[in-house]
């Protein structure tokens, strides 16, 4: 493995629209995902909302990004994991989402983030 | 007195704390990522009806609610929109829990 | 109705300026008058002209403007708060002004309500 | 009593120095407090925190601010609510802070709220 | 991996999400509002012990303790300088749970 | 130890850009290396040169130039949160300049540890 290639983790923690936290976070994804590291995205907490289906921000005058969560798999952006207690205890399922998840234990999660080079709350 | 709550009621205290203080007959109404407190089935659903119980009229910005993709409320929510809101100032004093 | 408005957080980063901004319009619509938007804490950078946010995304300085004008209230920005924060004539918006905490006072007790958007 | 006199309550629910909401939230009552008006400030949750005694902030270079409500009094602001649960979750008592409050329940100070024309949260 | 904590617990739940991924060994350093954590014979205090017991180090900000007039601290907690934050940081790589 | 740092919040309102701050001191101090301070989300307004705070309060703006420039790193704005929030070339502390995200992407490739301080 090409030693330059460094392990990085952005961690969505916040729901979107209530601040701009997340959709920021989404547009240096997709920067980032242009220099080909190993990037990884985890969905903690609220951070899981940014995923929800059916999302119409109309009226709030606010611009919607959850398809833009869609986009990534263009930009060779394949790790997306979710916290799986995260998920439950909002009563929410992968079909809730408009992504295609790896719902994980949180343990794993804490497993991957010791590999990491850098880790990147939003 | 209209009381508002505008956090997350799962990453942060603010509904908690504001249902300690609301006197009987206090309408409380969520907005922005508040507004996750009344999403159906979820565990703050208890304190939901229990506020309704008590005669606390529940509330939620629908804007706020579509905007995050909630397709079902918990039971006796009422929705309002931006001009609902401004009803509800019109007949209570206000109370944003920040 | 006369409604002030207090508000604590600058555009874009949070909701608040967006739900501050569509109560406004709401109550404006419903006949009520908006008398001030009073900005405090960080609240006080929604009123600089200096942003430039994407084509396809709202522009909520020249937003609190139009409003302001055409209805004629004022966007306050305290002046403490302004200094702390790079904000001052130069930079503002049309509409809105620098002024001290006592014309909040004020603001409190001349409306009906007097409400507050945050974080 | 003159009906020009209104009753406005600042409530305090942030811990000091992570944010400067309090700090400001303070700037604000002592112009307040020149108007006469019918002032009372409330602390409740973290807000409890700003009062502490002994804070010394020359560490993380932040300017304190606690001594600041010892001049209230000169101001005639002498209506100081503590919430009785924020304060016993935290496990300080009276004699932690640097100032006179009354200690409340949460229902008492949820029906003075009620009683209020304005209602500031910082 | 050292995870660093800067919010209150008792009005957010920062803390106790991040204790859920820590791993065996990773130091937990709590810096601005995040050190009310370890403020002696609050409820954390079990939390904390319980950290301790399965090895994870737990560190607070000193200048944010004094800047607080936190006077004492629960057991086992150890207390660092930005000089030692930054030793921490030169140990580990580093999780900042904002 | 070659270290970036990651700002996500702006001076006075959020503690974030003073821990920052006392970090990087105090690293430097100890012989490491800070490569660039990059200014995400609010985080932006670190830079302005128009922040007039009181006399006798710390000036965030002008403490964060000294020490890049004492230090020879750059104190790096996000142009796209930049824009949003009012932050452009005319209003830059020197020591500062604005870039795009792809210089964080370096830095945090060719650091040895990349530091998140925020809220």
């Known amino acids: 493995m090409d030693t330059d290639i460094k392990k990085i983790m952005h961690v969505m923690r916040r729901a979107p629209h209530g601040s701009i936290y997340t959709y920021e976070g989404l547009e240096m994804i997709l920067i980032m995902a242009a220099y080909e590291q190993d990037l990884s995205l985890v969905f903690i907490g609220d951070g899981i909302y940014a995923l929800k289906k059916n999302q119409d921000t109309t009226g709030i005058g606010i611009k919607g990004f959850s398809r833009t969560f869609m986009a990534l798999d263009g930009y060779d952006v394949e790790k997306l994991y979710v916290d799986r207690q995260s998920l439950e205890e909002r009563g929410l399922t992968e079909d809730d989402l408009v992504v295609d998840v790896e719902v994980m234990d949180a343990s794993e999660i804490g497993r991957l983030m010791t590999e990491q080079d850098v880790v990147i709350h939003h | ?98 | 109705m006369n409604i002030g408005i207090l508000l604590k957080e600058g555009p874009y980063n949070h909701q608040a300026s967006d739900t501050a901004y569509k109560f406004a319009e709401a109550a404006i619509a419903k006949g009520h008058k908006v008398d001030a938007v009073f900005l405090y804490n960080d609240g006080v950078t929604n009123v600089t002209k200096l942003g430039d946010p994407p084509q396809d995304d709202r522009n909520v300085a020249a937003r609190w403007s139009e409003l302001a004008k055409k209805n004629d209230f004022k966007v306050l920005a305290c002046i403490a708060a302004s200094k702390r924060r790079g904000i001052n004539d130069d930079v503002l918006i049309d509409g809105s002004e620098i002024t001290g905490l006592g014309t909040l006072t004020d603001i409190a007790i001349r409306n009906d309500r007097l409400l507050t958007f945050g974080d």
């Not at chain 2, 942060?12 to 990522?33: A, K, S, W, Y």
């Not at chain 2, 609610?65 to 009422?78: K, L, P, Q």
């Not at chain 2, 809101?85 to 944003?96: I, K, R, T």
């Open chain 2, 1 to 98: 007195m209209l009381h508002t709550i505008n956090k997350s009621p799962f990453e942060n205290n603010t509904f908690t704390t504001c249902v300690r203080f609301l006197q009987p007959g206090d309408p409380i109404l969520f907005i922005e990522d508040g507004v996750y407190a009344v999403q159906d089935g979820n565990r703050f659903g208890a304190l939901i009806q229990s506020m309704l119980k008590k005669n606390n009229p529940v509330y939620a910005l629908k804007p706020d609610i579509d905007a995050r993709g909630i397709s079902a409320v918990a039971d006796g929510v009422r929705m309002v929109d931006y001009a609902g809101f401004v009803d509800l100032v019109e007949e209570h004093q206000v109370n944003s829990w920040l």
